[in-house]
């Protein structure tokens, strides 16, 4: 049973910059494709990012591309989300997730194991 486990969250200051991790277990992670999400107070929950199984390939949302880059280790199996010039609005709790499909797809539904999430905060 693939578990995920999402460290790397915190406090930053608008510009700053934060690295997430996703440690998985259980399963090797090049099995699956991951995608990234996030749910800010009183929203909904939204795809930030996705990287297609056995693969490097990426999409991003609008809003945060060109800021934060989506990448997996298959040595450590482990997948990361690089934040630069980070946002108030980038204040969220990040959830990674995994699926046995192939595609970079941000539809959550399709998507079987998810981590607890980790909590960021951009603020002065």
């Known amino acids: 049973q693939l578990q995920l486990v999402e460290s790397g969250g915190g406090l930053v200051q608008p510009g700053g910059s934060l690295r997430l991790s996703c440690a998985a277990s259980?399963?090797?992670?090049?099995?699956?494709?991951i995608g990234w999400f996030r749910q800010a107070p009183g929203k909904e929950r939204e795809g930030v990012s996705s990287?297609?199984?056995?693969?490097?390939?990426?999409n991003y949302a609008d809003s945060v591309k060109g800021r934060f880059t989506a990448s997996r280790d298959n040595h450590t199996n482990t997948v990361y989300l690089q934040m630069n010039s980070l946002k108030p609005e980038d204040t969220a709790i990040y959830f990674c997730?995994?699926?046995?499909?192939?595609?970079?797809?941000?539809?959550?539904?399709?998507?079987?194991?998810w981590g607890q999430g980790t909590q960021v905060t951009v603020s002065s």
């Open positions: 990287i297609r199984r056995a693969s490097k390939i990426t």
């Open positions: 997730a995994a699926r046995r499909g192939t595609s970079a797809t941000m539809a959550q539904s399709l998507y079987e194991y």
């Open positions: 259980g399963a090797t992670l090049d099995n699956y494709a």
